[in-house]
């Protein structure tokens, strides 16, 4: 939302430079022609009227999110209000389709809605029974809603999770981030070791060897 606003207002400037600059040109034309220059309200009025032009696209664009139910947060990104929006309806129109409600929940994480991505999850649940990957999904919506913090209740769906896929990759990079945030290094390397020893696991490698790179240097500093 903040980046629709800054490039609204960057494009209003640089159009109101552009009138007032044609207004100037415009009577330095008109002295050495000997006739009345136009008034300085000119541009003046015609910057307000583009001022409210801006202001009616605006409404329309940066705030079209609440046109639906009030559940979204005004602060959240237009482009994830708008992958928000379209996921639900999609599930009002297919409300048994997972593939449906598994975007929704990503999207609804992806905005910052956690615990609206965990009713979403609960949802997907109830259709598809115990699922590795939706419930890791869950696990870390759980941790983000919670202000992340593991609490017992997603310690204990991290257990389910991993007890149906040992190396379900959302499961262990929450178990990684979480040890690296909390200062615990050597338990992170070995979550993120763990996905990389797995050959068919969906992951960034490079961004794990990385984030050992950087878990291992902090392990240096701290002399452990």
């Known amino acids: 939302m903040a980046s629709l606003g800054f490039t609204i207002a960057l494009l209003f400037s640089g159009f109101v430079a552009w009138i007032f600059w044609q207004h100037a040109r415009l009577n ?4 050495l022609a000997g006739e009345s220059q136009v008034s300085h309200g000119v541009p003046v009025l015609c910057s307000a009227l583009l001022l409210l032009l801006t202001l009616a696209i605006y409404s329309q664009t940066g705030r079209y999110q609440d046109w639906d139910t009030g559940k979204l947060d005004e602060n959240i990104d237009y482009l994830v209000a708008a992958d928000i929006t379209k996921a639900l309806r999609l599930v009002d129109e297919q409300p048994q ?3 449906a409600l598994q975007a929704l929940a990503e999207a609804y994480s992806a905005g910052g809605l956690y615990a609206d991505a965990v009713q979403t999850l609960d949802k997907l649940l109830a259709l598809v029974g115990e699922d590795a990957e939706v419930l890791g999904a869950k696990a870390n919506a759980l941790y983000y809603r919670d202000g992340r913090q593991m609490t ?8 389910q999770t991993l007890a149906l896929a040992p190396f379900e990759p959302q499961t262990r990079m929450l178990q990684a981030n979480d040890a690296y945030l909390y200062g615990r ?3 992170a390397i070995d979550h993120w070791q763990a996905l990389l020893a797995q050959p068919r696991a969906e992951i960034n490698r490079e961004a794990l060897l990385n984030a050992i790179g950087k878990a291992q240097s902090k392990l240096n500093e701290s002399g452990y």
């Open 185 to 187: 290094y050597q338990e």
């Open 28 to 31: 330095q034309r008109q002295t």
């Open 97 to 99: 389709n997972p593939l």
């Open 152 to 159: 017992a209740e997603t310690q204990a769906l991290i257990a």
